[in-house]
C-alpha cells in the first residue's frame, strides 16, 4: 500500500477507521507497507463489495477494501493472516450528533509505533498522512467512515 492508504476496520461494522500499514518514522527500513495490523478478531473490516465481514473470516485470496486519504478505493488480495497475542490499546472517535446517533466509535489496535491511523489532507502539510496509536492525543482528527445501517 502507499503512504496515505490503509484498510478499514473497527468494532462496529456502521464506523470503521482508516488503518495504515505498517510504518516506523524512526526507522523507515524497518516499514511494511503490505502489512496492516488490523486489530482483534472480532473486529469488522470493509469488502469491495461495500459489504464487511470479522477479521477472523479473513483467509489468503480473500478481497478487502484499500481506502486513501481522498477517500479513493481499490481492491487488494490477503495475502496471509497473522493472529497473536499484543497488548490493545482501545482508540475512540467522537462523531457530531448530526452524523451519527451514536456519536462514539471505537477500535482496539496494537499498542505500538508502526500501528497507525490516517488522517485527513491538510493543505500546509500533504505528507502527514498518519498519526502513531501511540502519539494519539484527544483532540488528533482521524478518518473514520460512517455508514448507517
Known sequence: ?????????????????????EHSESDPSASRPFRVNAGPVHAYIALPDGKTCYLSELHAGKEVMVVDQNGARRAAMVG????????????EAMLPEELDHRNIMNIFLQNAETVGLVVPCEENNPLKTVIPVTSLKVGDEILVRIQNE
Open 1 to 21: 500500500m502507499r503512504p496515505g492508504e490503509g484498510l478499514l476496520v473497527g468494532t462496529f461494522s456502521g464506523g470503521l477507521f482508516l488503518v495504515h500499514p
Open 80 to 91: 496471509r493472516v497473522k493472529i497473536e497475542s499484543q497488548p490493545l490499546i482501545l482508540v
